[in-house]
């Protein structure tokens, strides 16, 4: 068949897609009073929970996205945020707490309950209060504008400064405030913000107070701050997805009043302020206002594990696409054909014509060898699979005359220009297009074979073409299908650059073997195993299960 029909994981398995839902909404919070007086006792911890100031640093011609951590110390990176290491193959730490980003997003620190500090990327390692003796646990850190410091925050309100971080003050003499859970600091970097589970905000430095949630009843307790870019307002989250907004942080929305299938743990700002994003301990990702979904870990945090942090960064534009530690290596558990069963593939060049004989791993084309088509004799040929009917789709990149079929779609109203936009959407809505023409004509097959070939209409930018797959992977997930890829090394290489997104693959190898078990193996360009090899066999394309 050799046509095209990519795919690039951009959603977790598990995770449905672009997480479009309907949320309630819970009104910001009242203001309470001033802040209490802060006591200025320094101590010496090392965490990070909050959210980075100065993230208004980050580059606005990418899509944000955002990275997650985990108590495990597992880190996983959305929307094409870059993954340079974590701890999970590590055990020798407490459990992580905080996340922060350094203002050029190359790079991040970690922080531990009982205040060590690790770091990975471009992130320097400025101390920590790792080895100490620590009144309470480390619940948080916030790091400077520059890069060259960080602040650590404890339960008790104990605030830690190292690198350039000047220290302000804090609240570790006074009992008379609920747990501290969170920090974040002033655009500046000359004081922060530290919020207590009530809700109630203590202001340091140069940081103003705009108001707290401290003596409004709450549903469940605040989890978590973050600033807004310019450092005059900041929201709070609660652990039922209430959000509180105070100064001239805009309201957006919230998952308050909401089923949960996680408490939320914590809150991040899009880049210009204009959004946020809710992380549940799940891994679960909520977006609200200009916040665009990137992905989520839901579904994949392993049992025992639960993050514990989200913080922004700058992301590549590639719709959902994620890396780090909440990728499965293998998707699928194993193939949908029996063992070293032979059978064939047909579309429409077979359209009209003798079928070959029914065999037990029967693949049927949906469209007419490219996207937005439909393979006139589908219904035909799924008759002939029968029960193991397995469907493949060709794609490429946006091309004809209806702008709609990439302008508008999951990864929103494209700017002009926008190549990438257009790509995810073309690809998510090509694949959406073939979907419901199987559906619609009463078949529901599981898996879905991406075809890839260079034969086909695709860009010069590799990255472009990587959106179209990432949106048809999206799209088949999301309606409860599973995505595998057609192609070869090198036309895969041709296509899709260096992405590897960890899918099982349908090796064509182009000619007659007798041998085509040669060509198994437990892994492929596409990441997974290879599960079919395809060969001629007389007229027909031949494909034999690994």
């Keep these: ?104 997003g190359h790079g991040y620190w970690l922080v531990a309950s009982d205040g060590g500090v ?31 410091g960080y602040w650590l925050v404890s339960s008790d309100g104990g605030v830690f400064a190292f690198g350039d971080a000047a220290f302000y003050g804090s609240l570790a003499t006074s009992g008379s405030h609920a747990p501290v859970v969170g920090i974040t600091a002033t655009r500046d970097g000359h004081g922060y ?6 809700g109630g905000v203590f202001s340091f430095g140069d940081a103003p107070f705009y108001g707290s949630a401290g003596g409004t009843p709450l549903d469940a307790p605040v989890v978590g ?62 977006s609200f206002g200009d916040a665009p979904f990137r992905g989520s870990g839901s579904g994949d945090v392993p049992t025992g594990d639960a993050v514990t942090a989200i913080v922004s960064g700058a992301g590549t534009n590639i719709g959902t696409s994620a890396s780090g530690d909440f990728i499965p290596v293998v998707l699928p558990t194993g193939t949908p054909y029996p063992h070293a069963a032979f059978g064939f593939d047909i579309s429409f060049p077979q359209c009209h014509k003798t079928y070959p004989v029914r065999s037990a791993v029967a693949v049927v084309g ?80 599981n898996t879905w074979w991406l075809d890839v070939e260079t034969t086909n209409h695709w860009s010069t930018d590799t990255q472009a073409n990587d959106a179209v797959i990432s949106g048809m992977i999206a799209a088949i997930r999301l309606s409860g299908g599973a995505p595998a890829i057609y192609s070869t090394n090198y036309q895969w290489g041709q296509i899709a650059g260096d992405y590897v997104p960890n899918l099982p693959a349908w090796y064509a190898t182009g000619i007659a073997t007798f041998f085509p078990q040669h060509w198994c193996s437990k892994t492929s360009f596409a990441g997974g195993p290879v599960y079919l090899v395809q060969g001629r066999a007389g007229s027909f394309d031949g494909a034999y299960e690994c």
Aim: net charge negative; aromatic share 10%.
């Design 1 to 104: 068949m050799l046509s095209v029909s990519a795919l690039l994981a951009v959603t977790p398995a598990g995770a449905a897609g672009p997480r479009l839902r309907t949320l309630g909404s819970k009104a910001p919070g009242t203001a309470s009073g001033p802040p209490a007086p802060a006591s200025a006792v320094l101590g010496g911890i090392s965490g990070l929970l909050g959210s980075l100031p100065g993230t208004e640093l980050l580059p606005t011609t990418a899509k944000p996205g955002y990275r997650l951590a985990s108590a495990a110390g597992r880190v996983g990176g959305y929307g094409g945020t870059p993954f340079y290491g974590s701890l999970a193959s590590s055990s020798a730490h407490a459990p992580v707490v905080g996340l922060a980003a350094t203002p050029d």
């Design 225 to 286: 701050i973050t600033g807004t870019p310019d450092g005059h307002g900041y929201w709070l989250v609660s652990s039922d997805g209430g959000v509180f907004s105070f100064g001239d942080a805009v309201f957006y929305g919230s998952a308050g009043g909401t089923s949960l299938d996680a408490p939320v743990v914590g809150i991040t700002g899009s880049p210009d302020g204009r959004g946020y994003w809710l992380v549940a301990s799940d891994g679960g990702v909520f």
């Design 366 to 445: 949906a469209n007419n060898g490219s996207a937005f088509t439909t393979n006139p004799c589908f219904a035909s040929e799924a008759a002939w699979a029968g029960p193991n009917l397995t469907v493949y789709l060709n794609l490429n990149s946006p091309q004809g005359s209806d702008p709609t079929e990439w302008t508008k779609g999951p990864d929103g109203n494209c700017a002009s220009g926008d190549s990438v936009c257009d790509a995810y959407n073309y690809g998510f809505n090509a694949a959406q297009h073939s979907i419901a023409m199987v559906h619609s004509a009463g078949f529901h097959p």
């Design 193 to 198: 913000w530290i919020v207590g589970s009530d």
């Design 118 to 148: 690790f770091s990975f990327g471009d992130a320097v390692f400025y101390g920590s209060a790792g080895g100490r003796p620590l009144d309470a646990p480390v619940v948080g850190i916030t790091g400077t504008p520059d890069g060259h």
